[in-house]
């Protein structure tokens, strides 16, 4: 199937994503903020995992971990959380909760769709699978296709 028939397949109503530009991940917590981020590059995704560390009074994002994967492969994890479908979500805190995790998607898809989430303790479904997802993938060894 050609790059053109998969993008219009995915602009119609099958709620899928069909390519991607970028995808941020901020998660955050009592003493940590961590930040997952995939490009798409010609032939391939770059999966990223930053330590957020606040110095010089601005946040410095320290890449731990970078893998190279399929462009196939990020697509799959992003459509089996249903990523679309968090476009808007907004988790407030639970009452009566006293810590928890914070967390922020960005993301570009389909050619221009932007996808913002965000939440406190309070996440959208699939959540916890798309961020051991991206753990796994920056795992990834950087021949995978």
Known sequence: MSLFNRIFEGNKSSGKIVSFDTVTLRESGMRYVIEYEILMKADHAEVSRYGIRFAR?????????????????????????RI??????????????????????????N??????????QNFPKHY??????????????????
Not at 57 to 81: G, H, W, Y
Request: glycine content about 8%; charged content about 30%; hydrophobic content about 30%.
């Open 57 to 81: 009074n601005e946040d410095q994002r320290i890449l731990e971990k970078r893998a190279v994967c399929s462009t196939d492969t990020v697509l799959e994890l992003l459509n089996k959380c």
């Open 111 to 120: 050619e221009g769709k932007k996808i913002y989430a965000t939440g406190s």
């Open 128 to 145: 916890r699978d798309f961020r051991d997802g991206l753990n796994a993938l920056s795992e990834v060894k950087n021949n995978e296709t």
């Open 84 to 109: 679309l479908s968090w476009d808007g979500f907004n988790g407030p805190h639970p009452k009566n909760v006293k810590d928890g995790i914070m967390f922020t998607l960005k993301a570009t898809v």
